[in-house]
């Protein structure tokens, strides 16, 4: 439990070396499957490409529950990258964490276990939701959202921006987090005796496959809640 993230300090800011390439690794998972998978299109599809189109299918009824498609359709590349990328992600770290024996130093695991990570995509996602909500509904409408439908709720709704920017991004951590750090005490239990590796093994297993739930989960809520937020700012409600 005495593991360490590998931070080096570049430019004069210090960075998790751990999270740049499991983040470098999860892009590159999620661009191969889709090149691979949309590399020969056939109108009956099968194997990896029926795979990619059911996904598709289902970020389209993401949208679709939360505004209408001539408004939303524009948003599937976003919900469909934001929904893959992070369940890659927080699968990363649950076949096992590698670590360096001699500094402790843990270099595979799930990115989305470090909050600096979490917390800056939730802060691109508020931001595009303003962006896209000034773009879609002009600069006045979308400041007029502010004070309706009473003026009295304008300090609410700009501290709702920064609640939901930081529930966003700690709910994915903290989930991703705690399932590793409980992952990694079985395996610390399983490795320490010989009693160990038979009374942790089947905790372990379970736990790996509850992980894989929660991991499944929070990439889900993460693309909901990114549409939500996109609805409530391209939408008039």
């Known amino acids: 439990m005495d593991h360490i993230a590998p931070v080096r300090n570049i430019m004069g800011l210090d960075t998790n070396m751990s999270t740049v390439l499991m983040t470098t690794v999860a892009c590159i998972i999620v661009f191969l499957i889709c090149f691979i998978g949309t590399r020969r299109l056939s109108m009956r599809p099968s194997g990896l490409q029926n795979f990619l189109e059911w996904v598709i299918d289902f970020v389209r009824g993401i949208i679709k529950a939360n505004m209408s498609w001539n408004v939303g359709g524009r948003f599937i590349a976003l919900a469909f990258t934001l929904l893959f990328y992070v369940f890659v992600a927080n699968m990363l770290g649950m076949p096992f964490e590698l670590y360096n024996p001699s500094t402790h130093e843990v270099w595979w695991k799930s990115p989305t276990s470090d909050p600096v990570l979490t917390l800056t995509m939730a802060v691109l996602v508020v931001v595009l939701t303003h962006y896209y909500g000034i773009k879609i509904k002009g600069f006045g409408e979308y400041l007029k959202d502010y004070v ?75 693309a909901m809640l990114a549409m939500v937020y996109m609805a409530h700012k391209v939408e008039s409600h």
């Open 148 to 222: 309706r439908p009473v003026p009295f709720l304008l300090p609410f709704k700009i501290v709702e921006e920064f609640a939901n920017t930081l529930t966003l991004g700690m709910r994915l951590f903290g989930n991703v987090y705690a399932k590793e750090i409980l992952m990694v005490l079985l395996v610390t239990v399983g490795t320490s005796s010989l009693f160990g590796i038979f009374g942790a093994f089947l905790p372990l297993m379970a736990w790996q496959a509850f992980g894989i739930f929660i991991g499944s989960i929070q990439a889900y809520i993460f």
